[in-house]
């Protein structure tokens, strides 16, 4: 069994060297040998979870500096507000909402909510279905669209969603949540529990046009982040609503993806077995299943004890030096796809840092 406070401390050594090398930049992916960094000028989409790895390291070994830099950064981010863009939601959710929980800044406060209200304008009038929006932009691969919506929109499109409902109250936030996760349930979840990647919505009525791909290997496939997200939206909309149907959903996308790979990290598309393995899929499903153990969800237990197994498959990707490699970007364009990738990293971090801390921030 491994050592959870070893692995928290490989991984912040990881983020201070990851620091020390990017300057000014935003670290995006790294080379699986050489762990040298490819970094972009505005953070891409995820910006946000660079700045919360900074914030974690700064409260845990009492750096202020870290956290001042954290702040910086998400003032840097500041521009990227007006961007019609999903991820938006992860870009000020895990910048500006976390950091007003573990400071009181109104500043960051303030900014959270402006981005809160933004994304959710972005919903399409006849489903409430969030688009990936006109300016969506991935360095790997480029979309636009206020009718296409992605399976990932069940998680980042509604992280502010959940956070500005528990600060304000208003229904607005509870309502287009589950609005999202109903149209997911409904139009992304086959009935074998994979997940469709992409859907295009007529222009005036609630319906499909076509299913689609482009980080999977068929259109009829099942691309493992994406399944990624859907587990974890699912179950944050379980834990926010209280609501069965969310449970189920929950059940029925991990259940697919226990009986294909269980603990292990899973490759990067299910019908590609063969293919390279995605640990940040995994990541991203272990830091919910993290804050779900530490905030105690009642009848919860079937989806908790998978996240020590969970933990240790991820484990075995960590090198000593706290790189947690063997994440796959994106494989139909043969980029960064056994990498180390900053978002996997951050997962992995949160999730260790709601258990070693006993609290989630927000």
Not at 46 to 52: F, T
Not at 303 to 325: Q, S
């Amino acid at each position: 069994m491994i050592d959870r406070k070893d692995l928290l401390g490989a991984l912040l050594e990881r983020v201070g060297d990851i620091r020390q090398q990017i300057g000014e930049a935003w670290p995006y992916h790294a080379d699986p040998e050489t762990g040298a960094f490819e970094t972009v000028d505005d953070g891409d989409w995820c910006g946000g979870h660079w700045v919360e790895c900074l914030r974690i390291k700064g409260e845990l070994e009492g750096r202020a500096e870290l956290i001042e830099e954290a702040v910086e950064r998400t003032e840097r981010l500041r521009p990227y507000l007006e961007r019609d863009d999903q991820f938006r939601g992860h870009r000020f959710y895990y910048s500006a909402a976390r950091l007003h929980a573990a400071t009181g800044s109104e500043s960051m406060r303030t900014l959270a909510m402006a981005a809160a209200w933004a994304m959710r304008s972005m919903a399409i009038p006849q489903n409430g279905a969030m688009p990936i929006g006109f300016q969506v932009q991935v360095k790997s691969t480029t979309l636009a669209s206020r009718r296409i919506v992605a399976v990932d929109n069940v998680h980042p499109n509604l992280r502010l969603d959940y956070w500005a409902w528990a600060q304000t109250g208003d229904e607005t936030f509870r309502k287009g949540a589950m609005a999202m996760l109903d149209v997911t349930i409904r139009d992304f979840l086959r009935t074998d529990g994979s997940t469709v990647e992409f859907i295009e919505y007529d222009q005036d009525e609630d319906k499909v046009l076509r299913e689609f791909t482009l980080l999977g290997i068929a259109d009829d496939s099942c691309w493992s982040r994406g399944q990624a997200w859907a587990i974890a939206g699912f179950l944050r909309g379980w834990h926010e609503f209280g609501e069965t149907r969310y449970r189920d959903a929950a059940r029925a996308t991990f259940d697919y993806w226990w009986n294909l790979c269980g603990g292990e990290p899973p490759p990067w598309d299910f019908h590609d077995p063969d293919g390279p393995l995605d640990t940040s899929a995994a990541a991203i499903v272990v830091e919910q299943l993290a804050r779900m153990k530490v905030l105690g969800i009642a009848e919860a237990d079937e989806f908790a004890d998978r996240l020590e197994p969970m933990i240790e498959g991820l484990a075995k990707h960590v090198k000593p030096t706290g790189r947690l490699v063997d994440g796959c970007f994106n494989q139909p364009r043969r980029f960064a796809n056994r990498s180390e990738l900053i978002w996997g990293t951050a997962y992995l971090l949160m999730a260790l840092y709601y258990l070693e801390r006993g609290s989630v921030p927000c």
